[in-house]
């Protein structure tokens, strides 16, 4: 798992830093600025939802110009999120060598704010670009890939660091990534980012990984604490059988929502499940993307069915396999037949290899053991615990 | 059954090693455990590492109903040749119940006494029969005790004999994934999955007893539960004190990941990976594809090996049997004797482990028919048999085997 220190400083705006007194490389300093490098070119996920403005004049936290996204969170393309990487050269995603050595640098600098704060960037990534769409590694791969995130903005300029420190920068295509979540952002949202620089900090150690438990999946549908996404639906006709509410407003076991599954059988298959993947849709062909939840005894959920006796064949943690990649191990319950009150359910993870984990949570069942018509189930305070 | 334990001090090396010696005649087979946790077998006093293969050589146009111990051509005479230019030091033997115990002990003998190949006999303990096995029924557990003593008494003798395997993959039958059965009792139980559980401690209870009768005919030769994967191996480690061996059906790719280790905790017992290997068709580029099948098992085989106590001293598993020696044609439709003559491209199954071919047509990957190591012609050799053509991962795997 990236869990990366993020140190960040409340600074009024005007006050930035100097990047004359310091070894620096811009990404973004202000618009059309000669000291720029990368091109915010790579457009993913649901890129429909994105509207992009990097010569906005309302709010700067220094020079003249930032830039403004906009997230709508509108699911255009269907993705439940989108972002945008700043490549070396434009729509580059490794098929060219014009990657920068940034040997040297150790920590890249940002400063953000949301429109009235509250707004959520999911993800910050440096580097990444590794992989095509069909798993393979790319020509010309970026030689290390940090991720941070969430982060949760206010109305004011904060400045976020990213410790680099120990990293591989000698080939660096992909500087600067922004990624947002549907779910997370909860509705259109609109963030701004100013002066995004690689430098050089003498006294930044090398990070120490870290897992915190509990580790959560699914805490509450904006909860910041959440990982894991639940792209992997199965099989491939799930979405005429499926409805998934991630942020179920009615009777959650705590907080603010839960997540509501509705499964009927159109499609004719006869059964169905989800998969809550790192990264999305990622079903083992992505490097360096496991969590590591050594230390975790148990995958504890709670669940309830919408009459009671709904029947889920099996829940499960980890198990992908089809990649190079895959699940260090995995374990389940089940057939677990549901009450219609919420009850807790534990999956044992003594004695399981947990040391990397991109299937954090998974259900299925089938129709055969259901309703003909269909059935309809509550989850929520999916975590993974000591 | 006797047990002895004996303590050795190997005192040039500094280290104290106890050895718990799970059978007594030193000239057989005995399975000793370090201090360190890991298992090794023994054979007639030297360890041994069981480079096997499943047998099953079904002819062009045979099936499911294949008699090998009756078929008048012999083919494990040839094919024993071939095993033995490979390193094969073991055959593994679904089931021989029906068929002519004489002929049996024949097949065991001429392996042995010509190629020094030894036999692991299985019995699936009726988990294909019709109508489906219920091991809650007491009718049935006789008869299939008796059934499997049969086969122990009459074949214990041979000196080709190395283990006998109860069960293949009978857990699935606990969650009704496979041959579904269930008792008044079971369905009692309100809740689905303790059910489950209660099935597995039937069913696991009906080896254990079986695996003790076993032990008082033959105390000389280890008896390992088959069993899918590891679900339910928990339940089993309770109720099963005569299982010496856990031989496991494991289809995880290119590796094992944490199966060994996974055992040791539910329930430490030597590991035998009964069933594994890689088809040699790619069902997404309909082609096939030796390279990619020698390549899986080459990474397997170098797994099972850094999981011994020949490589590593914590080591749990005692080696491998190979899924299989030859193509079968018939596995595609095996109800329909016409198809058992043509060599189907159709995969049966799907497994994501397997992803170099995984986004073939609705994700079905697995050629059942494919995952020989000797591929067949429908011209005849010498012995009458249909011609083998080795494959890659053959050669592979006699270099290997012959290096080890």
Known sequence: ?386 | MRKIKKVFKAGSLGVCLIFFSLFSQAKQMTIERNSAGGYTFFVKGRPFLIKGIIYNPTPIGSGYDYDLFSDPTKPWIFDGKLMKEAGINTVRIYSCRGADLRKVKKFIRELYKKYKIYTIIGDWLGLWDRPCPNYADKEFRQYTKKKVLEIVKALKDEEGILMWVLGNENNYTFSGKIAFWTSPEIEEIPDLYERVRKRAQIYYSFVDEIAGEIKKIDPYHPVALGNGEVSMLDVAAKVCKNIDVIAVISYRGKRFGNLFENIRYLFDKPVLVSEFGCDSYDAYKDKEDQDVQAEYIKFQWEDILKNTTFKNEKGTCIGGTLFEWNDEWWKHNEGYTSDWSVHNRQAGWSNGSYYFDIKAKDNLNMNEEWFGIVGLSKEKNEYGINKRAPKKSYYLLKEIFLKN
């Open chain 1, 1 to 386: 798992m990236k869990k990366l220190f993020i140190g960040f400083l409340v600074l009024s705006v005007g006050i930035g830093i100097t990047a004359a007194q310091e070894k620096t490389f811009y990404i973004y300093k202000d618009k059309n600025n000669p000291s720029n490098h990368f091109i915010p070119s790579g457009w993913m996920g649901d890129y429909g939802d994105l509207k992009f403005n990097d010569q906005c004049t309302q709010e700067k936290a220094s020079g003249s110009t930032s830039i403004k996204i906009t997230y709508t969170a509108k699911k255009s393309q269907g993705q439940g999120w989108a972002g945008i990487y700043w490549q070396s050269s434009a729509n580059n995603w490794g098929q060219r060598q014009s990657g920068y050595d940034l040997t040297g640098f150790n920590k890249l600098v940002f400063k953000a704010k949301g429109e009235n704060g509250g707004e959520v960037i999911t993800k910050i990534k440096v580097g990444g670009i590794r992989r095509n769409a069909q798993g393979e590694l790319v020509t010309y791969p970026d030689s290390l890939e940090v991720d941070y995130g969430p982060i949760k903005l206010t109305d004011e300029w904060q400045e976020f660091y990213i410790n680099l420190a120990g990293k591989d920068l000698s080939y660096v295509n992909g500087g600067f990534c922004i990624v947002f979540n549907a779910d997370q952002a909860q509705k259109e949202q609109v963030i701004y980012l100013d002066d995004v620089y690689f430098t050089y900090d003498p006294n930044l150690k090398e990070e120490v990984k870290k897992t915190n438990f509990p580790f959560y999946v699914y805490a509450d549908a904006d909860s910041l604490d959440n990982h894991f996404c639940p792209s992997g639906w199965m099989p491939a006709t799930a979405a005429q059988d499926l409805k998934l509410y991630t942020n179920w407003k009615e009777n959650p076991l705590s907080g603010s929502s839960c997540i509501r599954i509705e499964y009927t059988n159109k499609s004719g298959t006869r059964w169905a499940g989800i998969y809550w993947q790192n990264p999305p849709n990622n079903w083992g062909s992505i490097p360096n993307a496991g969590f590591d939840l050594r230390g975790a005894t148990k995958l504890t959920f709670w669940a309830k069915g919408e009459r009671g006796g709904e029947i889920i064949n099996e829940f499960k943690v980890g198990g992908i396999s089809s990649g190079e990649y895959p699940d260090s191990d995995s374990a389940s319950i089940g057939p677990v037949q549901l009450t219609k009150e919420w009850k807790k359910y534990e999956i044992d993870l003594r004695g399981k290899d947990l040391s990397y984990i991109i299937g954090g949570f998974c259900w299925a069942t089938n129709i055969d053991v259901n309703d003909p018509h269909g059935i309809i189930f509550y989850l929520d305070e999916i975590k993974f615990e000591k």
